[in-house]
């Protein structure tokens, strides 16, 4: 059975910064694209960043400096350094794992981050 686990998420003052973590289970990430998405109440969810199998990245606008994605296929995890977070960032953020060959695609329940100004 394959599980992804978020953690990391929490409440954090503007400015700060957040280091969120997915843990794969059942399932070799390293085969995977593994993206970051997060979804703030009444707002749909939004791609925030994604990591290829190549380990090429992609970022949101919105993003682009200040976050940073990275995998490690032998822990079988993908990071998202969260720096100098902005309470537009509060959303509860999503690991998705994507294999884009055999169309198998995995989300996680999801970690809350909370940015107060």
């Known amino acids: 059975q394959v599980q992804l686990v978020e953690s990391g998420g929490g409440l954090v003052q503007a400015g700060g910064s957040l280091r969120l973590a997915c843990a794969g289970s059942?399932?070799?990430?390293?085969?995977?694209?593994v993206g970051w998405y997060r979804q703030a109440p009444g707002k749909q969810r939004e791609l925030v960043a994604e990591?290829?199998?190549?380990?090429?990245?992609n970022y949101a606008d919105s993003v682009k400096g200040r976050f940073t994605i990275s995998r490690d296929n032998a822990k079988n995890t993908v990071y998202l350094q969260m720096n100098s977070l902005r309470p537009e960032d509060t959303a509860v953020y999503y690991c998705?794992?994507?294999?884009?060959?055999?169309?198998?695609?995995?989300w996680g329940r999801g970690t809350q981050v909370t940015v107060s100004s």
């Open positions: 059942g399932i070799i990430f390293s085969g995977y694209a």
């Open positions: 990591i290829t199998s190549f380990a090429s990245t």
């Open positions: 998705n794992a994507d294999h884009r060959i055999y169309r198998l695609n995995y």
